[in-house]
């Protein structure tokens, strides 16, 4: 496995994973722009209607759908990544095996 292409992969898994964590304790630093404004607007309109003496459960619940998006993304993101790693390791394994069954011995 010293397969350059498998070293980055690892790095980006574990870089991603790190990121699922973070959305998942609620971090927004993972987030993307689209991602973040979401949370922003819900964040500015329930604190609105806080302000007002109303109840913000729709602002709530716009940011927990965002912060479920974010975590779809994420883990779309990491299932690629392990499907291209196991492409790789397929890959290298298949090539090892020809360049055996084709030795003289």
Partial sequence: MGNPDLRR??????ATEKKLEAVRRGEWWPLNGRERRAMARALAGGAYRITRGRSADRAE????????????????ELTALHGERQRLLTEAARAKAAK??????
């Fill in 9 to 14: 992969l690892d790095r980006e898994i574990r």
């Fill in 61 to 76: 619940e716009r940011m927990d759908a965002a912060g479920n998006a974010a975590e779809m993304r994420l883990t779309a």
């Fill in 100 to 105: 055996k069954s084709s030795g003289w011995w």
